[in-house]
């Protein structure tokens, strides 16, 4: 068994086998539901190869970047991992994923994100990570909902994320002519439309994601590229639609929802990534709300879209659970030397930062800070202090204590506080691997 990184010219066998496991003869091909990790040019995917050349299993790997306030994170997705029957039994999934580890450290590479939760990859040393809160909402709560967002502030950014460019998704008409089909709120600043997008909002689309303070970095190209991909909508079965709010001409928040086509779908309706302002993302799912009218439709808000979760608490049923995925940190002191400008923004007093041991997270990791002992941490330790704490809203405390373990000395607990856990956007967005 030969394991080696895929070849251009092989991304159409990769292509087909994955369809072979994961599609069914009504979705369209993994290719065009993942165009950059089957693409020869920005895939880095391994495949595992027999006597006779042909390929038997694939672990597709794409690079990307998340930016989390002042830092940039370099960060390798991991999905459409799948062998053929007659090769499963033997190993070759673990033989991939040490593959992709070696690469993602030769890349620099600062987290892994893996879209499963199997035993191969605990045992290989990723974990579950982070909060996320599930409000589900309904067509009756729209009323409620577009009222509480008329009424709400304007300032402040959603950070939210998680339709065809020329379907269902993308109307031509412009906003003066859409009559019945957009809904409007009034507050200090004027009236709010909310209508389907055209081609003519990209550019603002993309400047309402680039301002998000935790994010999937994401370029004009990449915004038609994934909008149009519909990766994560196409696995279960459901088609994006996208929204703009706009004041006076000037969009202030967009939403790209999973809402049901043609097909049965096979999860409830939600929410894939949205941007701007709190008050106008209310507002445009109030919207999806009314004029698509799903039973159900779920919005999965991280502990940074605290804005907008204050808006939906008060209407919403909720519940919370991980972040979808787990996540493997290939060495800690890399980590810590990339969020350095985040964390040193957070709590400028605080000088010097904790430091991390270098090494592969999965066997622990040492903290040290001027004045204390280090400090010790096993790997589920660890990934709780980065990434786990409660799911607060605005009013609730922004120096609440970090997940420790019982027992860590009340000094660390000091240096630690306000400063973890660190934000993460949502896996399941757009750039959904």
Not at 112 to 137: D, K, M, N, P
Not at 303 to 309: E, F, P, W, Y
Not at 317 to 345: C, M, N, Q, S, W
């Amino acid at each position: 068994m030969n394991v080696r990184l895929v070849k251009p010219d092989e991304m159409t066998e990769a292509a087909a086998l994955a369809d072979s496991i994961f599609r069914d003869g009504e979705q369209v091909s993994m290719a065009a539901g993942f165009p950059y990790l089957f693409s020869a040019v920005t895939s880095s995917s391994f495949g595992a190869y027999g006597e006779d050349s042909r390929m038997t299993a694939f672990m597709g790997l794409l690079p990307s970047a998340v930016r989390i306030g002042s830092s940039q994170l370099n960060v390798f997705s991991v999905g459409a991992v799948c062998t053929a029957p007659e090769a499963r039994g033997h190993g070759v999934a673990g033989k991939l994923l040490d593959a992709v580890k070696d690469q993602v450290a030769a890349s620099d590479g600062d987290l892994i994100l893996v879209s499963g939760t199997r035993s191969l990859y605990t045992r290989a040393g990723c974990r579950e990570f982070g909060t996320i809160r599930r409000y589900t909402l309904t067509p009756e709560m729209a009323p409620a909902l577009r009222e509480a967002a008329a009424e709400a502030p304007q300032a402040g950014v959603s950070e939210g994320s998680t339709a065809s460019l020329t379907g269902a998704g993308a109307s031509a008409r412009p906003a003066s002519q859409i009559g019945a089909g957009a809904s409007r709120g009034t507050d200090a600043a004027g009236p709010l439309l909310c209508r389907e997008w055209t081609h003519s909002d990209l550019p603002a689309l993309a400047k309402l994601a680039a301002s998000r303070e935790v994010a999937f970095e994401q370029s004009q190209w990449d915004l038609a590229v994934l909008i149009d991909a519909q990766a994560y909508a196409r696995c279960v079965k459901l088609g994006h639609r996208v929204y703009v709010a706009e004041r006076g001409g000037v969009p202030t928040a967009f939403l790209v929802a999973a809402l049901p086509g043609s097909l049965r779908p096979k999860m409830t309706p939600f929410a894939i990534e949205w941007a701007g302002e709190p008050s106008a993302v209310a507002a445009l799912l109030a919207h999806a709300l009314e004029t698509a009218a799903p039973e159900k439709l779920d919005v999965l808000a991280s502990r940074h879209d605290a804005g907008l979760a204050a808006l939906l608490q008060k209407h919403a049923p909720y519940a919370d659970e991980r972040i979808l995925g787990t996540v493997y940190v290939p060495d800690a002191a890399r980590l810590f030397h990339r969020l350095k400008p985040y964390l040193a923004a957070l709590q400028p007093e605080k000088a010097p930062l904790p430091e991390g041991s270098s090494g592969a997270a999965e066997r622990g990791i040492r903290l040290s800070y001027p004045g204390l002992d280090d400090l010790e941490l096993d790997a589920d330790a660890w990934i709780a202090l980065l990434f786990d704490g409660p799911f607060s809203l605005p009013a609730a405390d922004a120096n609440a204590a970090p997940v420790l373990p019982e027992g860590t000395p009340a000094q660390w607990r000091e240096a630690l506080t306000g400063l973890f856990p660190v934000p993460f956007p949502s896996t399941s967005g757009l750039n959904y691997i």
